[in-house]
């Protein structure tokens, strides 16, 4: 994952060009967790990780514009702010109030970061190193490049999550439902043309994706109706 990378990412979301690779969640005012998809899956692909998808956390501005982008690995954070935001606190703030919170809540006990030195000098590195000590983060190498923080010495007291859910159009549903619909014919098809070459009529494995997709429909349907309830309870 490169700067270019995420910072493609940041203004597809800003040009509203997002709706079918970027699906956020707001955790704060300031911050939306994401799912990112490198691209839409095709025909074509033939290793299931083709077109992978990875864990962001999108910055915001007071002004609703995204600012910066925290990327998520199991073992590791990067950060980018776009140049003419950096220094402003966005970074600190977001990473204080929401994303460490949460991250501690969801995912790890312990979080660890990684801040590159760059053959262009090391003000970037220094400032970001600054806004991980500052949050209590701590090297765990010689050459200071990789910091640690556990939640026993996260200052909790500016921690301000606000989870708030996407709402979907039933249009959007309507869409979703459909593109479950073909992915089960798709698997069932699968299943019936190996089950005549290989002998798998029975095979476990095909018979259980075959359920998780069937279910997976029916959960479509079930989250349509919590949406539409929700809405109604909110006119």
Same mark, same amino acid.
């Given at each position: 994952m490169t700067v270019k990378d995420i910072r493609k990412y940041i203004n597809?979301?800003?040009?509203?060009?997002?709706?079918?690779?970027?699906?956020?969640?707001?955790?704060?005012?300031? #911050? =939306?967790?994401? $799912? #990112?998809?490198?691209?839409? +899956?095709? #025909?074509? *692909?033939?290793?299931?990780? =083709?077109?992978?998808? %990875?864990? %962001?956390?999108?910055?915001?501005?007071?002004?609703?514009?995204?600012?910066?982008? #925290? @990327?998520?690995?199991?073992?590791?954070?990067?950060?980018?702010?776009?140049?003419? @935001?950096?220094?402003?606190?966005?970074?600190?703030?977001?990473?204080?109030?929401?994303?460490? +919170? @949460?991250?501690?809540?969801?995912?790890?006990e312990n979080i660890r970061i990684t801040i590159q030195r760059t053959s262009n000098g090391n003000g970037n590195y220094l400032n970001s190193k600054g806004v991980a000590l500052r949050l209590g983060f701590k090297p765990i190498n010689q050459e200071e490049?990789?910091?640690?923080?556990?939640?026993? *010495?996260?200052?909790? =007291? $500016?921690?301000?999550?606000?989870?708030? @859910?996407?709402?979907?159009?039933?249009?959007?549903f309507q869409v979703l439902k459909s593109r479950a619909s073909f992915a089960l014919k798709t698997l069932q098809k699968i299943s019936d043309e190996l089950s005549m070459t290989l002998d798998i009529d029975d095979d476990d494995d095909i018979n259980q994706l075959n359920r998780i997709a069937n279910r997976f429909y029916y959960r479509i349907s079930d989250s349509e109706s919590d949406n539409s309830a929700t809405k109604d309870r909110t006119r």
């Open positions: 597809r979301l800003n040009n509203k060009k997002a709706s079918e690779t970027i699906f956020t969640r707001q955790i704060s005012k300031t #911050v =939306d967790f994401a $799912k #990112v998809w490198i691209r839409q +899956p095709r #025909v074509t *692909d033939v290793g299931i990780n =083709d077109g992978g998808r %990875f864990e %962001f956390f999108f910055i915001k501005n007071e002004f609703n514009e995204y600012v910066g982008a #925290v @990327y998520f690995m199991p073992n590791d954070l990067h950060w980018y702010i776009i140049p003419k @935001y950096r220094k402003k606190g966005y970074l600190s703030n977001a990473l204080g109030e929401s994303i460490l +919170p @949460y991250l501690f809540d969801n995912k790890n490049t990789v910091f640690e923080l556990n939640t026993n *010495d996260f200052n909790w =007291d $500016k921690e301000n999550i606000m989870e708030v @859910y996407t709402q979907i159009s039933s249009e959007r």
